[in-house]
């Protein structure tokens, strides 16, 4: 079992950036891949990026490539998510999600995820 806790979300205007971080309690971080995911409201939730065990290959949709990063740091425990760029249109609630079973979208574990407004 992993425990995973968003944090960075906040107010931003068009343009702007954010980091959101997702610290974990699982000392078993490094044999998960993880992901990171949005909710709209009245949409359904979204994957926008997912990272590999040993963050080697990472997969974002369409809509943020080139803006949006995502990484990990197995030392500390802890997945990221570099936002550039921002647009209205990425205001949402977004999770950070984890699974040990890697190359598709379905995970397992979620947090209970942060704000993203931009304005």
């Known amino acids: 079992h992993v425990q995973l806790v968003e944090s960075g979300g906040g107010s931003v205007q068009a343009g702007g950036s954010l980091r959101l971080s997702c610290p974990t309690s699982?000392?078993?971080?490094?044999?998960?891949?993880m992901g990171w995911f949005r909710q709209a409201p009245g949409k359904a939730r979204e994957g926008v990026a997912r990272?590999?065990?040993?963050?080697?290959?990472?997969f974002y949709a369409d809509s943020v490539k080139g803006r949006f990063t995502i990484t990990r740091d197995n030392a500390k425990n802890s997945l990221y998510l570099q936002m550039n760029s921002l647009k209205p249109e990425d205001t949402a609630v977004y999770y950070c999600?984890?699974?040990?079973?890697?190359?598709?979208?379905?995970?397992?574990?979620w947090g209970q995820g942060t704000q993203v407004t931009v304005s």
């Open positions: 999600a984890a699974d040990s079973n890697g190359g598709t979208w379905d995970f397992g574990y």
């Open positions: 699982s000392s078993t971080f490094s044999s998960y891949c």
């Open positions: 990272i590999s065990i040993d963050g080697t290959s990472s």
